[in-house]
């Protein structure tokens, strides 16, 4: 059984990725199309934007590898379910380049323009796994972030 055009398109994105080509990563959307990363308030409007985002990913992570684990055609949009590899070559987010190998989960969310192209990808992912990767933070779990901030503020457990 072969792909859908969709689940087509968002295989070719994501295998642009992995060559590191953010232009052709873009070829499948929309000219209007947005991107989103709910849990860092990420969101950017317009391919000029979302292609900028991509660029600097990859400069950060040149050997970004997207392993799809499943691929869902759900009608109006696809979901794929990553773990996405890489070493963190450049500055990212504030981080300098540290050398680390990351493995992250990743659900990506495409959603398909009337015309059938990409018209956003919504990337939904707890930022802290990588950021535990990275040694920027202690631990991936948002809770036990927040109570070791309040003992370092001085405030204790609340």
């Given amino acids: 059984m072969s792909a859908s055009p969709t689940v087509a398109a968002v295989r070719a994105h994501l295998a642009a990725e992995d060559a590191g080509d953010a232009g052709r990563a873009l070829e499948q959307f929309a000219d209007d199309c ?3 990363i709910p849990a860092q308030g990420v969101e950017l409007r317009g391919k000029a934007a979302v292609r900028d985002h991509h660029e600097r990913l990859l400069r950060a992570f040149p050997d970004l590898r997207n392993v799809v684990l499943g691929c ?3 009608g109006d949009r696809v979901f ?3 773990r996405v590899e890489r070493t963190h070559r450049g500055a990212w987010g504030g981080v300098a380049a540290t050398g680390r190998r990351l493995a992250t989960a990743a659900l ?3 959603v398909i323009a009337p015309d059938g192209r990409l018209e956003a990808e919504v990337v939904h992912a707890n930022p802290l796994e990588a950021l535990h990767q ?3 933070v ?3 779990n948002a809770f036990e972030l927040a109570a070791a901030w309040r003992e370092l503020a001085g405030e204790g457990a609340r």
Avoid: K, N
């Fill in 34 to 36: 947005w991107y989103a």
């Fill in 72 to 74: 869902h055609d759900a």
């Fill in 80 to 82: 794929a379910r990553l």
């Fill in 108 to 110: 990506a969310e495409f």
């Fill in 134 to 136: 990275l040694g920027a």
């Fill in 138 to 140: 202690p631990t991936t």
